[in-house]
């Protein structure tokens, strides 16, 4: 089966810019969870959606939205970058169920943003 | 607030035994668990504790004190390919399973 797949997988955006990050969870997967990773970092936590509604918000500005798809995709949009967002940005899926899935996310292997 | 803490880097030797400690301050718990991360990789699931006590998986395991907000893996028979960041996490929340809170990873070094 396959992973986690993200794209784009590199990025290179001027500030000021608005930029998509798309993600598609594993098959079965019903849960899509987006982080920030800078460098040196531990993984952020953006959002979570869940059957196509958000179930969790982190603190972060409202410039980043997100939303997924009937088919269980997923996209994260920033808007007005700034030198800051520059970052790997990771997908994370799980089936969300019973107790130890809740804590078995995957990871997709991210999105290297730069923003100039 | 909440927070996670956890060495920053370790160095040990092929063969050896090598424990990472992660010191947790969070409003809620349901489980440590731990991710590996290769440079440049995804961060990818090592181990899971919701309960006290020790985990094994083959070479990892990894250990949960709830009373003292502390867990630890464990890794033996250590290898090259062991070099990696290390990051314990924990979730705070109940009905958000995809939200995990991340400590800022600590750095195995594994000389031959």
């Known amino acids: 089966d396959a992973g986690v797949t993200q794209s784009p997988t590199h990025l290179i955006k001027t500030r000021g810019q608005h930029v998509t990050l798309r993600c598609s969870p594993i098959s079965g997967h019903k849960s899509v969870s987006w982080y920030q990773q800078v460098l040196g970092q531990g993984p952020q936590f953006i959002f979570q959606?869940?059957?196509?509604?958000?179930?969790g918000r982190g603190n972060f500005p409202d410039r980043f939205s997100a939303r997924q798809f009937p088919n269980y995709s997923s996209e994260l949009n920033v808007n007005a970058l700034l030198l800051g967002d520059s970052a790997l940005y990771l997908c994370?899926?799980?089936?969300?169920?019973?107790?130890?899935?809740?804590?078995?996310?995957?990871f997709g292997e991210g999105s290297w943003l730069t923003v100039v | 607030g909440q927070s996670l803490e956890q060495p920053s880097e370790v160095t040990a030797v092929e063969g050896a035994i090598v424990q990472i400690n992660c010191t947790y301050q969070t409003s809620g718990f349901y489980g440590l668990s731990w991710y590996q991360q290769h440079d440049g990789g995804a961060p990818t699931f090592l181990s899971y504790?919701?309960?006290?006590g020790l985990e094994e998986t083959g070479r990892f395991s990894s250990f949960l004190s709830r009373s003292d907000s502390y867990g630890y893996l464990l890794l033996q028979e250590l290898q090259m390919k062991d070099s990696a960041s290390y990051f314990c996490a924990v979730r705070s929340s109940y009905n958000q399973g995809g939200k995990l809170i991340f400590g800022q990873g600590t750095e195995l070094s594994v000389k031959p």
């Open positions: 994370a899926s799980s089936r969300y169920l019973e107790d130890r899935d809740r804590n078995t996310i995957y």
């Open positions: 959606y869940y059957e196509k509604e958000e179930r």
């Open positions: 504790n919701a309960l006290d």
